[in-house]
């Protein structure tokens, strides 16, 4: 497909043509397109590195390009992929360039080990020249006076961070090109560190931070939390310290239904040596302790015991008890990948709240406690104060009165929680998840697999655990069901792996563009807590996992559209149709949007403007670091354009590949990863057509109204035309209207015209009907349900299933599908149980219905979110009103049929006879949950005197949005990506309005359309609209050209003038 981008070309800053992207190459200057000024420095250290250790793996390649340009940045990568070699190479080489390093070690023994690697290296590549300074613990006297009095003088300083701390005034007038800290920890516990090492990079403090980095700083990521001095790396060296503390983890969750130390001897004999055990408390470890000790080598870690940790540590132990503590030493202070292969919890970690205790809890807890409770009628009242709580006294002494009396009597809470003699107990899966995760840790050549057990006997605790863990996406199984030989066998072969993992490099570092930059958040908080880099602005985040580390940053939709002022309308006509892209501007102060060259809006003259081609400059640079990049964004014909563009304007950095998931979800992303794929450009093709013939459409006969009624604020479309024309025609049938009687203790309304009359009703029949529930969410039933039920525009609407779908709580909203896929249906039957009947709503495609992507109602994921447990951005009462509406449709799509009692009554009034059959009865699950038929009263039986109210209603009534939604749908115009636009630029131009939930057209669009329609009828007719949609659709499936789309569409679009 050929394609022009107007001044967009990285070297020449003129057009970016077709040719030029497939041949990666500017044609002006003759230079390759993803070319920057550090790469003859990048070779020349890729090769100095080669001399000294070998072959360097591509994520050493990303942090050589990153330090060579002089950015600052925290290491995101696992175990064993050569961050401390890396640093150790790279002040090598820039000492012998004229730089001064400084590299920082936790401890004296690393010190030694680097100083004898850097004097191995000098001797191997025959460097001279270069005075290397270091400092640790078994230094001489003399030694350690001959380091102080040449400290300036030194090219290499290595020295712990204690050093640093001690002895930080030697260093007075002394600033480093290049900082490698190899244990930023070290430097987080001591929050005056942090501002030590800014003086060292050229930084000092007069009432605030000034100056500028005259070097750069590389550390690790963190284990230890993070203090605010450490947001002063964000501030001056434009990156954030991440978390090495991972959730990628390879691990077999395991229940035992019973506390049994039998049971455990035996797993221990059958897994071998390398297992750590958890106690609930220091009186149970030691129990176990004493139990094991004689039959097993054994060693207890608990308070004022901490010296069998250095013997497990030295192999002098096979294995360790202690205490199941969130922030103990077993839990988040073991780093023994290699060795550590199982846990055993025995007994589940929980935290415990005491009724007493409740008087000293804060609000976020005590809203946290309304919320488990809030179905019961004594909670209700204080609902609406929960989300702001803090200051209102009287309310808070209320609510927690109220909750200990509901604790005192013991009542059921939430499935996950228990209440238990005055406590009320949470499963503590933090715990858990870092407890286990000591038996899988990510290294250079994956992740070690690990088996985790839990001992539980309280029937009632193990339950609220395990669903609590769903949240988690963990899954258990029973002891039975594991195949102890292989599982051992799984354990020990990649520990293997892990002793020779310098042979490996499985993961690789790699950008992962989205469009939105709540999406890019919500994906790098599935496997940690993230790196952030700053970069022009643009925000990227990085994380390891099991294959790759990922850059994940966001183009924030579309980077390009169709420029104005070139072609035709945009598009260059010869003997092809070439469209030209330009980057798009957008106004911050107003909003417009626009693709000219120019410093100011057009629109209100402001300066400051947002310009796409930041973006795209920094995702070159990024792509050029990684050479690897996927694309994620929306599944859909726009999604698939936005990664064409991106592919095209990052030619020449490196493979392009697309992942295509349909929920932002963990699992669903993880499954992309692994089953990537080429860009469609049938897709491409169809948004394309799209767009040319919306700007021709649009162009050339919006110019005829500018024209005619001398207003450049007026537009026209193909597919907004034919729906403005039903808004003006039910208009006009609106104003007959007809009189009708309303007996409202009889729910009945008829056609007459009096106030009193007599009226007979008589029984026909009465007869019980299974119904089956309505399908899943689509698009369009959606947005009708969502206007008809809770009130939303619209637009209002699809921002908010925008935000849900970014947040991770449904599948993509734009759909056509009410095909349920196995993901859906294991959710739908895991929240139905016994009510689950496995439908199949199936329709062609890929896509699938609008769903939940977890077994959790409105109440819980607000409590959930309340908790911290799931992590959102903006969420709003609506949000979970359009989620409640959401869960409840699909989880009714999967029940069973349900049943409803209908009766048949005859009706005599004024010489007439009518029937009227109505459903007065409805039961079953599917019911509960989407009451989707209205039930009306009984008719009484026999003759009698009624008084109506009397009132005038229209003949036909005036369309709702739904109704509009509705209709697109039926007659096939627009789709279900364009459907509120459509809708939403009929209101923009103020051709209609909206009053009572009613869409009125206005004078300025019945003119409009009226001029529309007698002039150009061909062109904005419901049929040739509807011709084109099934056009674009088999150009979608690769049925039918595109250039003989474009072709036709030209030719149509020159007749207008």
């Known amino acids: 497909m050929n394609v022009i981008y107007a001044n967009l070309c990285p070297i020449c800053g003129k057009d970016l043509t077709s040719e030029e992207i497939v041949c990666s190459n500017c044609e002006n200057v003759f230079s390759p397109l993803c070319e920057f000024k550090e790469d003859k420095v990048v070779k020349d250290f890729l090769s100095f590195f080669k001399k000294?250790?070998?072959?360097?793996?591509?994520?050493?390649?990303?942090?050589?390009?990153?330090?060579?340009?002089?950015?600052?940045?925290?290491?995101?990568?696992?175990?064993?992929?050569?961050?401390?070699?890396?640093?150790?190479?790279i002040s090598l080489y820039l000492s012998s360039n004229g730089k001064k390093c400084y590299l920082l070690f936790p401890t004296s023994i690393l010190v030694k080990q680097s100083v004898e690697n850097i004097q191995k290296f000098i001797q191997k590549i025959k460097i001279k020249g270069i005075s290397i300074g270091y400092y640790h613990s078994n230094l001489k006297k003399e030694e350690r006076e001959k380091f102080f009095e040449n400290i300036q003088n030194h090219n290499i300083l290595i020295t712990t961070t204690q050093f640093l701390s001690r002895h930080f005034e030697v260093f007075k007038d002394i600033t480093f090109d290049f900082i490698f800290i190899d244990d930023v920890d070290a430097i987080l516990k001591a929050s005056k560190n942090i501002e030590r090492i800014l003086h060292l990079l050229g930084f000092y403090w007069d009432k605030k931070w000034k100056g500028e980095a005259k070097g750069c700083l590389m550390v690790s990521t963190a284990t230890a939390k993070k203090g605010k001095k450490a947001e002063l790396f964000r501030k001056l060296l434009n990156f954030d310290i991440g978390s090495s503390n991972l959730t990628v983890r390879n691990i077999e969750d395991i229940v035992v239904n019973k506390k049994n130390l039998t049971i455990l001897s035996q797993i221990l004999k059958k897994l071998g040596s390398g297992g750590i055990i958890y106690a609930k408390s220091a009186k149970e470890a030691e129990d176990i302790y004493n139990f094991l000790k004689n039959n097993f080598k054994i060693g207890i870690v608990i308070a004022g015991k901490n010296e069998d940790f250095e013997k497990f540590e030295k192999c002098e132990l096979d294995y360790l008890v202690g205490t199941a503590y969130y922030y103990g030493t077993l839990i988040r202070g073991l780093d023994l990948p290699e060795k550590i292969r199982f846990a055993v919890f025995y007994g589940c970690p929980v935290l415990k709240l005491k009724i007493e205790d409740i008087e000293n809890t804060s609000p976020n807890i005590l809203r946290i406690l309304a919320l488990i409770y809030r179905n019961y009628p004594e909670i209700e009242k204080y609902l609406p104060y929960l989300n702001n709580l803090e200051g209102k006294k009287d309310i808070i002494e209320q609510l927690r009165e109220t909750i200990k009396v509901l604790i005192e009597k013991g009542e059921k809470a939430s499935k996950d929680v228990v209440i238990k003699k005055g406590e009320i107990i949470f499963p503590d899966i933090r715990t858990y998840i870092q407890g286990s995760g000591r038996t899988s840790r990510l290294f250079s050549g994956g992740v070690t697999k690990g088996i985790s057990f839990i001992f539980e006997e309280d029937t009632e605790i193990l339950s609220a655990f395990l669903e609590r863990a769903k949240f988690y996406e963990l899954e258990f199984k029973k002891l039975e069901e594991i195949d102890f030989d292989f599982i051992k066998k799984e354990l020990d072969e990649t520990r293997k792996r892990f002793k020779r993992r310098k042979e490996f490099e499985l993961i690789r570092p790699t950008l992962f563009i989205v469009e939105s930059p709540t999406k890019a958040k919500q994906i790098s908080r599935f496997f940690g807590k993230p790196s952030i880099k700053l970069l022009n602005g643009t925000v990227v985040y990085e994380i390891p996992m099991e294959k790759f580390v990922l850059l994940i940053s966001a183009s924030i939709g579309h980077i390009t559209d169709l420029i104005t002022n070139r072609g035709f309308?945009?598009?260059?006509?010869?003997?092809?149709?070439?469209?030209?892209?330009?980057?798009?501007?957008?106004?911050?102060?107003?909003?417009?949007?626009?693709?000219?060259?120019?410093?100011?809006?057009?629109?209100?003259?402001?300066?400051?403007?947002?310009?796409s081609k930041k973006r795209i400059s920094a995702l070159r640079k990024l792509a050029h670091d990684t050479e690897r990049v996927i694309i994620g964004t929306d599944p859909d014909a726009e999604g698939e354009k936005i990664a064409w563009d991106i592919k095209n304007l990052l030619s020449g950095c490196g493979v392009v590949k697309r992942a295509e998931f349909h929920e932002v979800t963990r699992r669903a992303v993880m499954e992309s990863l692994d089953n990537l794929r080429d860009i469609d450009e049938n897709l491409v093709k169809a948004q394309i057509v799209r767009r040319i013939e919306d700007r021709w459409i649009g162009f050339g006969l919006s110019q005829r109204l500018w024209k005619i009624f001398n207003n450049k604020n007026l537009s026209a479309g193909r597919a907004q035309t034919p729906v403005l024309g039903w808004i003006i025609n039910r208009f006009k049938e609106s104003r007959k209207k007809k009189t009708v009687a309303i007996i409202k203790e009889m729910d009945l309304t008829l056609e007459y015209d009096k106030e009193e009359f007599e009226v007979e009703i008589l029984f026909i029949e009465e007869r019980r009907e299974k119904k089956n529930p309505l399908p899943p969410y689509t698009t369009d039933i959606l947005l009708k349900d969502a206007n008809q039920i809770l009130k939303l525009s619209v637009q209002e609407t699809m921002q908010i299933a925008q935000d849900l779908f970014e947040n991770g709580m449904i599948t993509y909203h734009r759909t056509d599908s009410t095909r349920v896929s196995d993901v859906g249906l294991k959710i739908a039957k895991e929240y139905l149980k016994e009510d689950f009947a496995q439908k199949e709503w199936f329709m062609e495609g890929a896509h699938e219905c609008i769903r939940p992507t977890r077994p959790i109602d409105r109440d819980t994921l607000h409590r959930l979110i309340q908790e911290g447990v799931l992590q959102v951005e903006g969420f709003k009462w609506k949000h979970f009103m359009l989620y409640d509406l959401i869960f409840r449709r699909f989880m009714a799509s999967e029940c069973q049929p349900y049943e409803v009692i209908i009766k048949k009554y005859k009706i005599i009034f004024n010489g007439k006879s009518i029937e009227d059959e109505r459903i007065i009865k409805a039961e079953g699950r599917a019911y509960q949950l989407y009451k989707s038929v209205y039930i009306k009263k009984e008719l009484p039986i026999g003759k009698f005197k009624v008084k109506a109210e009397l009132k005038k209603i229209p003949s036909a009534s005036l369309l709702a949005q739904s109704d509009i939604i509705h209709m697109m749908k039926e007659k096939g115009i627009g789709r279900p990506s364009t459907y509120a636009t459509i809708l939403n630029k009929l209101f923009l131009r103020n051709y209609i309005f909206e009053k009572g939930g009613k869409i009125i057209p206005t004078s300025l669009g019945t003119k409009v359309f009226s001029y529309l329609f007698s002039s150009y009828q061909n062109f904005v007719s419901e049929e040739r609209t509807k011709i084109l949609e099934e056009k674009m659709d088999a150009i979608e499936k690769g049925q039918f050209d595109y250039i003989q789309a474009l072709q036709e569409l030209y030719e149509e679009i020159k007749s207008i003038g």
Request: glycine fraction near 10%.
């Open 569 to 611: 309308y945009g598009i260059e006509v010869n003997n092809e149709f070439i469209p030209i892209y330009a980057s798009i501007k957008r106004c911050k102060s107003c909003g417009y949007q626009f693709t000219e060259e120019r410093k100011n809006c057009p629109k209100c003259g402001n300066q400051d403007i947002d310009d």
């Open 52 to 89: 000294c250790i070998g072959e360097p793996r591509a994520i050493q390649k990303l942090w050589a390009k990153r330090l060579l340009r002089g950015e600052s940045f925290a290491a995101t990568a696992p175990t064993g992929i050569g961050k401390t070699s890396f640093g150790i190479v």
